[in-house]
C-alpha cells in the first residue's frame, strides 16, 4: 500500500471515529454539548489538518495501531498544544498591528 493510500485509510478512520464521537454527543443535553464544543471543533481541525497533510508511511503505521487515533491526537494537543491561544493572540496583535498601519496610511495621504 503506498504512503498516499495509508493517508486517505487513516484519515477515514479518524473521521469515523470523529462521527460516532459526533453521535455521542446528540445524546447528550445543550449544556453538556456545549462543555465538549472546544473538543468537538479542535477534533475537526485535526481532521482538516490530516486531509491537507500528509505522514509518513511510518508515522501513519504508528497512529494506526490505536482504536483512538483522533482521541489520541486530541489528548496529545491538550497536554502541549496551548499553541492555540498563541495563534488567536497572533491573529489578535496582527489585526491591531494592521489597523494601525492604515490609519497611518491614511493620516500620511490626509496631508
Known amino acids: 500500500m503506498t504512503t498516499e493510500e495509508l493517508n486517505v485509510q487513516l484519515y477515514q478512520k479518524m473521521?469515523?471515529?470523529?462521527?460516532?464521537?459526533?453521535e455521542q454527543l446528540l445524546?447528550?443535553?445543550p449544556e453538556e454539548?456545549?462543555?465538549l464544543a472546544?473538543?468537538?471543533?479542535?477534533?475537526?481541525?485535526?481532521?482538516?489538518?490530516?486531509?491537507?497533510?500528509?505522514?509518513?508511511?511510518r508515522q501513519?503505521?504508528?497512529?494506526?495501531?490505536?482504536?483512538?487515533?483522533?482521541?489520541?491526537?486530541?489528548?496529545h494537543y491538550e497536554k502541549h498544544?496551548?499553541?492555540r491561544l498563541v495563534d488567536i493572540w497572533n491573529m489578535v496583535e496582527a489585526r491591531a498591528n494592521e489597523v494601525?498601519?492604515?490609519?497611518?496610511?491614511?493620516r500620511q495621504q490626509e496631508r
Open 38 to 57: 472546544y473538543e468537538y471543533a479542535t477534533r475537526e481541525d485535526i481532521l482538516i489538518a490530516m486531509e491537507h497533510n500528509d505522514l509518513s508511511k
Open 81 to 83: 498544544g496551548a499553541g
Open 15 to 22: 473521521a469515523a471515529e470523529q462521527a460516532k464521537y459526533r
Open 33 to 35: 454539548i456545549l462543555e
Open 27 to 29: 445524546t447528550l443535553t
Open 60 to 75: 501513519v503505521q504508528a497512529l494506526m495501531k490505536s482504536d483512538t487515533s483522533l482521541e489520541d491526537v486530541f489528548r
Open 100 to 106: 494601525m498601519r492604515q490609519d497611518h496610511k491614511r
